[in-house]
C-alpha cells in the first residue's frame, strides 16, 4: 500500500524558511519522479517542483532560486527546503508520485497523479 506522508509546514513570517519533508512507503522509491506540488485556497493545483530518479532537479519560476527539492533514496525521504518565503508561497503543499516508475507527470489536478499525499499547511504571514 502506498503512502505518502508530508511533515513540517506551519506559520512563518515573510522571509522566513521551512524544510517540508514526506515519507514515502509501499513501492519502490528510488524508480519514482517525485513532485511537490500546492493548492492555495480558491486556486488551481500549481506544480512546485520535481526530481527525476537521477536527482536531477525542476522548478518552476515563482520558486527557482528559493526552494530546493531534495530526495534520500536510502531513507525513501523527499524535502522540499524553502527559503526567503513570500505570502503567495501560502498553500497546502502536497507530495505526489505518478502511478507508473520512470515516468513524468504533467499535471493539471491532483487526480493525474498516481498516489498524493494528505498535505501540510505552510502559511506566510506577519
Known amino acids: 500500500q502506498v503512502q505518502l506522508v508530508e511533515s513540517g509546514g506551519g506559520l512563518v513570517q515573510p522571509g522566513g524558511s521551512l524544510r517540508l519533508s514526506c515519507a514515502a512507503s509501499g513501492f519502490t522509491f528510488g524508480t519514482y519522479w517525485m513532485y511537490w506540488v500546492r493548492q492555495a485556497p480558491g486556486k488551481g493545483l500549481e506544480w512546485v517542483s520535481a526530481i527525476n530518479t537521477r536527482g536531477l532537479t525542476y522548478y518552476s519560476d515563482s520558486v527557482k532560486g528559493r526552494f530546493t527539492i531534495s530526495r534520500d533514496n536510502a531513507k525513501n525521504t523527499l524535502h522540499l527546503q524553502m527559503n526567503s518565503l513570500k505570502s503567495e508561497d501560502t498553500a497546502v503543499y502536497y507530495c505526489?508520485?505518478?502511478?507508473?516508475?520512470?515516468?513524468?507527470?504533467?499535471?493539471?489536478?491532483?487526480?493525474?497523479?498516481?498516489?498524493w499525499g494528505q498535505g501540510t499547511q505552510v502559511t506566510v504571514s506577519s
Open positions: 505526489a508520485k505518478p502511478a507508473l516508475p520512470h515516468t513524468m507527470v504533467v499535471a493539471s489536478t491532483i487526480t493525474d497523479f498516481g498516489s
